[in-house]
């Protein structure tokens, strides 16, 4: 799988969001994902919310996926 790809169907899965996916070798990822929608959403939830978006690729096409979710707010914070 690609980068865009992977970033594509995540943006689908989760409009509004800001989308980032880094890959060495097109089988580890990690993606970065900034939504409102992610307000009130536990981060494991997030997490399965990314997950369902790429349907049965991880652990097939994906090997390894790193995820980081946030809210805007969260990750205005965190720039600070």
Do not use: C, N
């Amino acid at each position: 799988m690609k980068p865009e790809d992977m970033q594509k169907l995540v943006a689908a899965a989760i409009p509004d969001s800001r989308v980032e996916v880094e890959s060495a070798d097109g089988r580890h990822f990690m993606t970065r994902v900034i939504a409102a929608a992610f307000e009130g959403v536990s981060p494991v939830q997030r997490h399965r919310r990314i997950y369902a978006a790429l349907g049965g690729q991880v652990g097939t096409s994906i090997h390894a996926l790193s995820v980081q979710a946030f809210t805007p707010e969260e990750w205005e914070r965190r720039a600070r």
